[in-house]
Protein backbone atom coordinates (compact mmCIF):
# COMPACT_ATOMS: atom_id res chain seq x y z
CA UNK A 1 0.00 0.00 0.00
CA UNK A 2 3.45 2.27 0.87
CA UNK A 3 4.56 1.77 -2.63
CA UNK A 4 1.14 2.39 -4.69
CA UNK A 5 1.25 5.82 -2.25
CA UNK A 6 4.59 6.38 -3.15
CA UNK A 7 4.02 6.04 -6.84
CA UNK A 8 1.14 8.46 -6.92
CA UNK A 9 3.32 11.06 -5.25
CA UNK A 10 6.15 10.63 -7.59
CA UNK A 11 3.56 11.09 -10.82
CA UNK A 12 4.06 14.45 -12.16
CA UNK A 13 0.73 16.65 -11.37
CA UNK A 14 -0.35 18.08 -14.47
CA UNK A 15 -2.90 21.12 -14.44
CA UNK A 16 -4.56 23.80 -16.90
CA UNK A 17 -2.34 26.63 -15.46
CA UNK A 18 -0.44 29.81 -17.34
CA UNK A 19 2.35 27.50 -18.47
CA UNK A 20 0.05 24.88 -20.18
CA UNK A 21 -2.35 28.14 -21.62
CA UNK A 22 0.86 29.21 -23.15
CA UNK A 23 2.06 25.97 -24.70
CA UNK A 24 -0.92 25.14 -25.79
CA UNK A 25 -1.08 28.80 -27.80
CA UNK A 26 2.16 27.40 -28.89
CA UNK A 27 0.45 24.74 -30.84
CA UNK A 28 -2.53 26.28 -31.91
CA UNK A 29 -0.59 28.99 -33.80
CA UNK A 30 1.35 26.42 -35.40
CA UNK A 31 -2.01 25.15 -36.66
CA UNK A 32 -2.93 28.47 -38.09
CA UNK A 33 0.42 28.67 -39.59
CA UNK A 34 -0.60 25.24 -41.95
CA UNK A 35 -4.33 25.86 -42.10
CA UNK A 36 -3.58 29.36 -43.67
CA UNK A 37 -0.63 28.23 -45.52
CA UNK A 38 -1.89 24.95 -47.37
CA UNK A 39 -6.01 24.69 -46.70
CA UNK A 40 -6.68 24.70 -50.79
CA UNK A 41 -4.39 24.63 -53.81
CA UNK A 42 -4.77 28.19 -54.67
CA UNK A 43 -2.32 29.01 -51.54
CA UNK A 44 0.10 27.58 -53.15
CA UNK A 45 -0.67 27.99 -56.97
CA UNK A 46 2.71 28.88 -59.08
CA UNK A 47 4.94 27.09 -57.11
CA UNK A 48 6.00 23.63 -57.05
CA UNK A 49 5.98 22.32 -53.53
CA UNK A 50 6.55 19.51 -52.82
CA UNK A 51 4.40 16.86 -50.02
CA UNK A 52 6.54 14.17 -49.34
CA UNK A 53 6.27 11.89 -47.68
CA UNK A 54 2.57 12.39 -47.85
CA UNK A 55 0.58 13.76 -50.74
CA UNK A 56 -1.05 17.14 -51.59
CA UNK A 57 -4.66 16.25 -50.97
CA UNK A 58 -3.64 14.59 -47.02
CA UNK A 59 -1.68 18.01 -46.37
CA UNK A 60 -4.50 19.80 -47.46
CA UNK A 61 -7.30 17.80 -45.51
CA UNK A 62 -5.11 18.23 -42.67
CA UNK A 63 -4.57 22.06 -43.03
CA UNK A 64 -8.42 22.54 -43.23
CA UNK A 65 -8.59 20.71 -39.88
CA UNK A 66 -5.84 23.27 -38.17
CA UNK A 67 -8.96 25.34 -38.27
CA UNK A 68 -9.50 24.42 -34.63
CA UNK A 69 -7.02 27.17 -34.11
CA UNK A 70 -9.19 29.27 -34.13
CA UNK A 71 -11.87 27.13 -30.79
CA UNK A 72 -8.55 26.42 -28.90
CA UNK A 73 -7.98 30.18 -28.72
CA UNK A 74 -11.87 31.36 -28.16
CA UNK A 75 -11.51 28.47 -25.48
CA UNK A 76 -8.23 29.70 -24.14
CA UNK A 77 -9.44 33.20 -23.56
CA UNK A 78 -12.79 32.22 -21.74
CA UNK A 79 -11.14 30.25 -19.57
CA UNK A 80 -8.50 32.90 -18.90
CA UNK A 81 -11.04 35.81 -18.73
CA UNK A 82 -13.27 33.66 -16.47
CA UNK A 83 -10.90 33.15 -13.88
CA UNK A 84 -9.91 36.71 -14.33
CA UNK A 85 -13.24 38.38 -13.67
CA UNK A 86 -13.64 36.19 -10.44
CA UNK A 87 -10.59 37.69 -9.02
CA UNK A 88 -11.31 41.50 -10.12
CA UNK A 89 -11.49 44.31 -7.71
CA UNK A 90 -13.27 46.96 -9.81
CA UNK A 91 -16.82 47.41 -11.37
CA UNK A 92 -17.74 45.15 -14.26
CA UNK A 93 -17.22 48.55 -16.72
CA UNK A 94 -13.99 49.38 -15.27
CA UNK A 95 -12.60 45.39 -16.14
CA UNK A 96 -13.96 45.58 -19.59
CA UNK A 97 -12.73 48.60 -20.32
CA UNK A 98 -9.42 47.31 -19.25
CA UNK A 99 -9.63 44.17 -20.46
CA UNK A 100 -10.07 45.32 -23.97
CA UNK A 101 -7.49 48.39 -23.91
CA UNK A 102 -4.94 45.13 -22.82
CA UNK A 103 -6.29 42.88 -25.64
CA UNK A 104 -6.16 45.70 -28.30
CA UNK A 105 -2.50 47.53 -27.21
CA UNK A 106 -0.30 44.87 -28.75
CA UNK A 107 -2.80 45.36 -32.17
CA UNK A 108 -2.08 48.94 -32.38
CA UNK A 109 1.47 48.85 -32.96
CA UNK A 110 0.82 46.62 -35.25
CA UNK A 111 -1.32 48.18 -37.16
CA UNK A 112 0.60 51.64 -36.97
CA UNK A 113 3.91 49.97 -38.62
CA UNK A 114 2.12 47.90 -40.78
CA UNK A 115 0.36 50.75 -42.47
CA UNK A 116 3.51 52.85 -42.78
CA UNK A 117 5.33 49.96 -43.74
CA UNK A 118 2.80 48.85 -46.25
CA UNK A 119 2.30 52.14 -47.95
CA UNK A 120 6.34 53.10 -48.21
CA UNK A 121 6.70 49.74 -49.95
CA UNK A 122 3.41 48.49 -51.80
CA UNK A 123 1.35 51.61 -51.49
CA UNK A 124 -1.11 48.66 -49.65
CA UNK A 125 -3.12 51.75 -47.30
CA UNK A 126 -3.88 53.62 -50.52
CA UNK A 127 -5.25 50.35 -52.11
CA UNK A 128 -6.95 49.50 -49.20
CA UNK A 129 -8.70 52.43 -48.40
CA UNK A 130 -8.58 54.88 -50.56
CA UNK A 131 -9.01 53.68 -53.92
CA UNK A 132 -12.37 52.19 -53.40
CA UNK A 133 -14.30 55.04 -51.44
CA UNK A 134 -14.09 58.95 -51.02
CA UNK A 135 -11.46 60.06 -47.97
CA UNK A 136 -14.14 60.47 -45.78
CA UNK A 137 -15.47 57.06 -46.02
CA UNK A 138 -11.69 55.68 -46.24
CA UNK A 139 -10.65 57.39 -42.88
CA UNK A 140 -13.47 56.57 -40.97
CA UNK A 141 -12.46 52.76 -42.20
CA UNK A 142 -8.97 53.27 -41.30
CA UNK A 143 -10.84 54.01 -37.32
CA UNK A 144 -12.85 51.38 -37.38
CA UNK A 145 -10.30 49.13 -38.44
CA UNK A 146 -7.22 50.38 -36.20
CA UNK A 147 -10.21 49.54 -33.18
CA UNK A 148 -10.36 46.27 -34.26
CA UNK A 149 -14.10 46.49 -35.51
CA UNK A 150 -14.01 46.27 -39.28
CA UNK A 151 -15.29 42.34 -38.92
CA UNK A 152 -17.99 43.49 -36.59
CA UNK A 153 -18.61 46.64 -39.44
CA UNK A 154 -18.04 45.15 -42.13
CA UNK A 155 -15.54 47.62 -43.36
CA UNK A 156 -12.29 47.64 -45.21
CA UNK A 157 -9.51 46.39 -43.50
CA UNK A 158 -5.53 46.47 -43.91
CA UNK A 159 -5.39 42.67 -43.51
CA UNK A 160 -8.49 40.26 -43.66
CA UNK A 161 -6.59 37.64 -41.02
CA UNK A 162 -7.51 40.66 -37.87
CA UNK A 163 -11.64 39.74 -38.13
CA UNK A 164 -10.56 37.60 -35.35
CA UNK A 165 -9.62 41.35 -33.29
CA UNK A 166 -13.58 41.76 -33.08
CA UNK A 167 -14.01 38.36 -31.87
CA UNK A 168 -11.33 39.34 -29.33
CA UNK A 169 -13.44 42.35 -28.36
CA UNK A 170 -17.22 40.94 -28.30
CA UNK A 171 -15.71 38.11 -26.14
CA UNK A 172 -14.59 40.36 -23.66
CA UNK A 173 -17.24 42.66 -23.51
CA UNK A 174 -19.33 39.60 -23.16
CA UNK A 175 -17.86 38.13 -20.30
CA UNK A 176 -19.53 40.48 -17.50
CA UNK A 177 -23.19 39.46 -18.71
CA UNK A 178 -22.49 35.59 -18.81
CA UNK A 179 -20.99 36.40 -15.24
CA UNK A 180 -24.17 36.99 -14.09
CA UNK A 181 -25.56 34.27 -14.79
CA UNK A 182 -22.53 32.41 -13.54
CA UNK A 183 -25.00 29.79 -11.47
CA UNK A 184 -26.20 28.97 -14.99
CA UNK A 185 -22.91 28.66 -17.24
CA UNK A 186 -24.09 25.72 -18.72
CA UNK A 187 -27.12 26.67 -19.49
CA UNK A 188 -25.79 29.81 -21.13
CA UNK A 189 -23.73 27.95 -23.38
CA UNK A 190 -26.39 25.75 -24.81
CA UNK A 191 -28.69 28.88 -25.72
CA UNK A 192 -25.51 30.02 -27.14
CA UNK A 193 -25.08 27.22 -29.16
CA UNK A 194 -29.18 27.38 -29.75
CA UNK A 195 -29.66 30.95 -31.32
CA UNK A 196 -28.85 30.50 -34.25
CA UNK A 197 -30.70 27.65 -34.74
CA UNK A 198 -33.87 29.38 -33.35
CA UNK A 199 -33.64 32.24 -35.31
CA UNK A 200 -32.37 29.95 -38.64
CA UNK A 201 -28.54 31.91 -38.83
CA UNK A 202 -26.34 30.32 -41.67
CA UNK A 203 -22.69 31.52 -41.11
CA UNK A 204 -21.08 32.44 -44.83
CA UNK A 205 -18.31 31.01 -43.46
CA UNK A 206 -15.17 30.34 -40.96
CA UNK A 207 -14.55 34.09 -39.70
CA UNK A 208 -18.23 34.81 -38.37
CA UNK A 209 -17.20 36.26 -34.60
CA UNK A 210 -20.56 34.81 -33.42
CA UNK A 211 -19.63 31.33 -34.87
CA UNK A 212 -16.70 30.66 -31.96
CA UNK A 213 -18.85 32.13 -29.27
CA UNK A 214 -19.76 28.39 -28.14
CA UNK A 215 -16.03 27.40 -27.80
CA UNK A 216 -15.46 30.92 -25.74
CA UNK A 217 -18.58 29.76 -23.14
CA UNK A 218 -17.13 26.25 -22.91
CA UNK A 219 -13.78 27.93 -22.01
CA UNK A 220 -15.88 29.38 -19.37
CA UNK A 221 -17.72 26.38 -18.08
CA UNK A 222 -14.53 24.30 -17.76
CA UNK A 223 -12.83 26.58 -16.07
CA UNK A 224 -15.83 27.35 -13.76
CA UNK A 225 -16.30 23.55 -13.10
CA UNK A 226 -12.01 23.07 -12.71
CA UNK A 227 -12.98 19.81 -15.70
CA UNK A 228 -9.62 19.93 -17.20
CA UNK A 229 -7.82 19.41 -13.87
CA UNK A 230 -9.96 16.77 -13.25
CA UNK A 231 -9.36 14.89 -16.12
CA UNK A 232 -6.02 15.28 -15.87
CA UNK A 233 -6.14 13.54 -12.35
CA UNK A 234 -8.27 10.57 -13.45
CA UNK A 235 -6.49 7.88 -14.54
CA UNK A 236 -3.11 9.03 -14.54
CA UNK A 237 -0.72 5.92 -13.26
CA UNK A 238 0.76 3.21 -15.08
CA UNK A 239 -1.42 0.64 -17.36
CA UNK A 240 -4.11 3.28 -16.54
CA UNK A 241 -2.07 6.37 -18.05
CA UNK A 242 -0.89 3.81 -21.16
CA UNK A 243 -4.56 3.15 -21.74
CA UNK A 244 -6.00 6.99 -21.82
CA UNK A 245 -3.27 7.94 -24.00
CA UNK A 246 -3.94 5.26 -26.60
CA UNK A 247 -7.89 6.35 -26.44
CA UNK A 248 -7.17 10.11 -26.54
CA UNK A 249 -5.18 9.40 -29.50
CA UNK A 250 -7.51 7.26 -31.09
CA UNK A 251 -10.35 10.48 -30.39
CA UNK A 252 -7.98 12.96 -31.73
CA UNK A 253 -7.50 10.78 -35.32
CA UNK A 254 -11.66 10.08 -34.88
CA UNK A 255 -12.36 13.54 -34.65
CA UNK A 256 -10.21 14.20 -37.56
CA UNK A 257 -12.48 12.44 -39.98
CA UNK A 258 -15.07 13.41 -38.66
CA UNK A 259 -13.86 17.35 -38.68
CA UNK A 260 -13.69 16.69 -42.34
CA UNK A 261 -16.36 15.07 -43.43
CA UNK A 262 -19.05 16.85 -41.21
CA UNK A 263 -20.86 20.52 -42.69
CA UNK A 264 -20.02 23.15 -40.36
CA UNK A 265 -23.22 24.86 -40.55
CA UNK A 266 -25.09 21.80 -39.91
CA UNK A 267 -22.89 20.21 -36.65
CA UNK A 268 -21.08 23.59 -35.94
CA UNK A 269 -21.06 22.46 -31.79
CA UNK A 270 -19.13 19.38 -33.13
CA UNK A 271 -16.64 21.01 -35.24
CA UNK A 272 -16.09 24.12 -32.87
CA UNK A 273 -16.34 22.46 -29.43
CA UNK A 274 -16.70 18.74 -29.26
CA UNK A 275 -13.17 18.49 -31.31
CA UNK A 276 -11.16 21.21 -30.16
CA UNK A 277 -12.08 19.73 -26.53
CA UNK A 278 -10.11 16.35 -27.29
CA UNK A 279 -7.56 17.96 -28.60
CA UNK A 280 -7.06 20.53 -26.26
CA UNK A 281 -6.63 17.69 -23.80
CA UNK A 282 -4.89 15.57 -26.12
CA UNK A 283 -2.21 18.64 -26.30
CA UNK A 284 -1.86 19.51 -22.35
CA UNK A 285 -1.55 15.61 -21.05
CA UNK A 286 0.80 13.86 -23.60
CA UNK A 287 1.90 16.56 -25.61
CA UNK A 288 3.42 19.77 -23.44
CA UNK A 289 4.40 17.74 -21.03
CA UNK A 290 7.48 16.37 -23.03
CA UNK A 291 10.70 17.51 -21.77
CA UNK A 292 11.72 20.59 -24.12
CA UNK A 293 9.19 20.51 -25.91
CA UNK A 294 7.01 22.69 -23.63
CA UNK A 295 9.42 25.64 -23.26
CA UNK A 296 9.62 25.97 -27.12
CA UNK A 297 5.92 25.89 -27.29
CA UNK A 298 5.82 28.34 -24.48
CA UNK A 299 8.21 30.74 -26.27
CA UNK A 300 5.84 30.41 -29.23
CA UNK A 301 2.87 31.23 -27.37
CA UNK A 302 4.17 34.01 -25.54
CA UNK A 303 5.30 35.37 -29.37
CA UNK A 304 1.69 34.05 -30.71
CA UNK A 305 -0.84 37.11 -30.91
CA UNK A 306 2.75 38.66 -33.09
CA UNK A 307 2.55 36.03 -35.35
CA UNK A 308 -0.84 35.70 -35.69
CA UNK A 309 -1.01 39.44 -37.19
CA UNK A 310 2.26 39.84 -39.08
CA UNK A 311 2.27 36.16 -40.72
CA UNK A 312 -0.51 37.07 -43.60
CA UNK A 313 1.85 40.27 -44.68
CA UNK A 314 4.86 37.90 -45.14
CA UNK A 315 2.85 34.73 -46.69
CA UNK A 316 0.63 36.69 -48.52
CA UNK A 317 0.56 40.18 -48.95
CA UNK A 318 4.36 41.21 -49.63
CA UNK A 319 6.52 38.60 -49.45
CA UNK A 320 4.65 35.30 -50.99
CA UNK A 321 7.40 34.46 -53.96
CA UNK A 322 9.98 34.22 -50.72
CA UNK A 323 7.65 32.38 -48.74
CA UNK A 324 6.41 29.35 -51.45
CA UNK A 325 10.16 29.26 -52.68
CA UNK A 326 11.17 26.60 -50.47
CA UNK A 327 10.08 23.78 -52.11
CA UNK A 328 8.94 21.41 -49.11
CA UNK A 329 5.77 22.26 -47.60
CA UNK A 330 7.49 21.64 -43.70
CA UNK A 331 9.99 24.21 -44.88
CA UNK A 332 7.54 26.73 -46.47
CA UNK A 333 5.49 26.65 -42.60
CA UNK A 334 9.13 26.73 -40.81
CA UNK A 335 10.65 29.77 -43.14
CA UNK A 336 6.95 31.34 -42.24
CA UNK A 337 6.90 30.60 -38.91
CA UNK A 338 10.81 31.88 -38.14
CA UNK A 339 10.40 35.15 -40.35
CA UNK A 340 7.11 35.72 -38.34
CA UNK A 341 8.80 35.15 -34.89
CA UNK A 342 11.65 37.17 -35.78
CA UNK A 343 9.33 40.42 -36.45
CA UNK A 344 8.07 39.95 -33.32
CA UNK A 345 11.23 39.50 -31.42
CA UNK A 346 12.33 42.43 -33.15
CA UNK A 347 8.87 44.14 -32.15
CA UNK A 348 8.84 42.98 -28.15
CA UNK A 349 12.62 45.09 -28.40
CA UNK A 350 11.26 47.83 -29.75
CA UNK A 351 8.06 48.40 -27.16
CA UNK A 352 10.30 47.28 -24.18
CA UNK A 353 12.53 50.24 -25.01
CA UNK A 354 9.86 52.72 -25.63
CA UNK A 355 8.17 51.63 -22.43
CA UNK A 356 4.81 50.55 -24.38
CA UNK A 357 3.36 48.05 -22.50
CA UNK A 358 4.31 50.05 -19.31
CA UNK A 359 2.44 53.03 -20.35
CA UNK A 360 -1.05 50.76 -21.39
CA UNK A 361 -0.22 48.97 -18.20
CA UNK A 362 -0.35 52.61 -16.30
CA UNK A 363 -3.38 53.36 -18.20
CA UNK A 364 -5.15 49.73 -17.27
CA UNK A 365 -4.33 50.53 -13.59
CA UNK A 366 -5.85 54.21 -13.58
CA UNK A 367 -9.29 52.69 -14.98
CA UNK A 368 -9.19 49.90 -12.58
CA UNK A 369 -8.90 52.45 -9.83
CA UNK A 370 -11.66 54.77 -10.85
CA UNK A 371 -13.95 51.31 -11.14
CA UNK A 372 -13.01 50.68 -7.86
CA UNK A 373 -14.35 54.61 -6.53
Given at each position: ??????????????????????????????????????????????????????????????????????????????????????????????????????????????????????????DSVNEKFFEKQNVYKAITDMVI???????????????????????????????????????????????????????????????????????????????????????????????????????????????????????????????????????????????????????????????????????????LYYYRDFTYSFGHFALIILVLL????????????????????????????????????
Amino acid sequence: MKTTDNNKENVKKISFDKSNSLALKGIAILMMLMHHSFLSKSRYEGFKVSFEPLDAQRIISISVFMKICVPVFAFISGYGLYLNYKKKKTSPGAWTASRALKTMSGFYIIWIISAIWGQIGFDSVNEKFFEKQNVYKAITDMVINFLGLSKLLGTHTLNNTWWYMSAALVFVIMVPFFMKAEEYLPVVFFVVCALPRMFLVKYSGSTEVMQFMPAFVFGMCVAKYDLLNRWFGMYNTGKNKIIKFVVEFLLVVLSYKLYISLAGNTYAEIKWVVVPAIVIAFCCEFINPIPKVKEVLMFLGKHSMNIFMVHTFIRLYYYRDFTYSFGHFALIILVLLLTSLGVSIVLEFIKKRIHYDEFFAKICKRIEARGQQ
